[in-house]
């Protein structure tokens, strides 16, 4: 009554049966490579950047934990995971290094100020 058959038509003359397929995975390659280059590739800079500071930590730098803690760096040891953490006066508390998310002051900028 209303309602009528659908048939399936053939592309005419248009690409290649071979291209038809890459055709329909264009857009999501498309999209791939955009997200790559909006939030993958900045994320990796920014963890090489956080690495590389981490690794530069020096005694005085003011730092952020990803608990959430501020601290003065006290004492830092070349190959250990640890550093010394100052909290308060007088409260040191030992974290992992990797644990440090932020620093946000270190101690040549201080001692410039």
Request: hydrophobic share 50%; proline share 4%; net charge positive.
């Amino acid at each position: 009554m209303f309602i009528s058959n659908a048939y399936a038509q053939t592309a005419a003359g248009g690409l290649p049966a071979s291209l038809g397929g890459l055709v329909q995975f264009a857009p999501l390659i498309l999209i791939f490579i955009v997200f790559y280059f909006l939030l993958i590739r900045p994320q990796q800079a920014q963890a090489k950047e956080l690495k590389a500071r981490q690794e530069k930590l020096s005694r005085g730098d003011k730092i952020v934990t990803a608990g959430g803690i501020l601290g003065t760096v006290k004492k830092v040891t070349d190959g250990d995971a640890n550093v010394d953490v100052e909290i308060a006066p007088n409260v040191t508390v030992s974290v992992v290094r990797s644990t440090i998310t932020q620093v946000l002051t270190t101690a040549k900028a201080a001692d410039k100020a």
